[in-house]
C-alpha cells in the first residue's frame, strides 16, 4: 500500500537544498551525529552541510587542525584562514570539539603517509607527554592552535566566553569527571605559547601535573580582568562559581576568597543582577565545600 505523503517525512517532501539549510539551525554536534542516523536523505543532507554550508570550517578543524599542527609545520594561509573562520563561527563548539578529541572520541587525523597515528591522540597529557608520550604531540597542537585563532593576550575575554562551553559539558558529567582542571589546560597552553607564562604557573616548580596548574590570584581579583568580561557573557552564575573554583587550587583557609573573587570579576558588569547573582553562587559553592569538609573531618 503507497505511503501517504505524510508518512514519508520532510526529506521526501522538500527539496535537498532546502533540508540542507534548515539543519544549518542546528547545532553542530547534532549535524555532526545524530541527523546523520534519521535517514539516508538526512545523512546526505548533514554530509553536505558539513562540507559546504555554516558549519565546513568546524568540520575543518575537527578533521585537520590537530593533524596539520601535530606535523610541525607552519600552517598554510589558507589552512590559518580555516581555522580562524571556525573560532569565529563558534569558538565554544571549537573547544568542545577538542575536548571530545582529547577523550579520543572521534577520529581527527587523516590516514596516509601523511598522517597521524591515530594513538597519537589517545588521552591528552596522561600519557609521560613530558617524556615524549601521547601527550607530547597532542597538548602542543592545541597551543599551536590556540595562538593561532587568539594571538595575544588581549584574546583572554573571548577565550573565557567560550570556555563556557567547556565548563558545562563538565558539569553535566557530574562529580565523575576527570576533566576537572580542563579549562585551567586550555588556559595554561595558550598562555605558554604567547609567552605570558605568568597568568598561569605552577605552585609546584618543574612538576607537569595538570592538577599543578592555578591562574595568579592577583588577576583573578583584579575587576579590570578580561577573564571578568569574559565571565559577563555565561548564562549560569552557578557554573562561573565552579569555573573560578578550577582555576586554582585552594587550601581550606583560601576558599572564602572565591566570593572576593566573584565580586572583583563582576565589578564593572553592566548587569548587575547577573552580578549578584554570581557573588551568590560563589557564596554557596564557598558553603556547600566548607560542608563537604566538615563531613570528611567528622567521618
Known sequence: ?????????????????????????????????????????????????????????????????????????????????????????????????????????????????NGIASATFWIWDRGAWDRGGVGAVFRPSVARFLALVEPSIDGLGRLTMALERVERYLVKKGPGRFETVMPIKFLSLWTERLGESALVTRWLPGYAGNENLMMNLDELLNPESLVGSGLESWAEPSDMASFIFWLREWDSDEIHRLSDIALALSMNWQDRQKSGAFVAAAVFFVARLRSDLDEESAA
Open 1 to 113: 500500500m503507497p505511503r501517504r505523503r505524510s508518512q514519508t517525512g520532510f526529506t521526501g517532501i522538500l527539496p535537498p537544498e532546502l533540508v540542507e539549510r534548515c539543519l544549518e539551525f542546528l547545532p553542530f554536534e547534532e549535524v555532526h551525529t545524530n541527523a546523520k542516523q534519521v535517514s539516508k536523505a538526512m545523512r546526505s543532507a548533514a554530509r553536505r552541510c558539513l562540507t559546504r554550508g555554516r558549519w565546513r570550517p568546524l568540520k575543518y578543524v575537527v578533521e585537520n587542525a590537530m593533524v596539520t599542527n601535530a606535523l610541525e609545520r607552519p600552517s598554510s594561509a589558507a589552512e590559518t584562514a580555516q581555522f580562524r573562520e571556525a573560532w569565529a563561527l563558534d569558538p565554544g563548539q571549537v573547544l568542545l570539539e577538542l575536548v571530545v578529541l582529547w577523550n579520543n572520541k572521534r577520529e581527527s587525523h587523516a590516514e596516509g603517509p
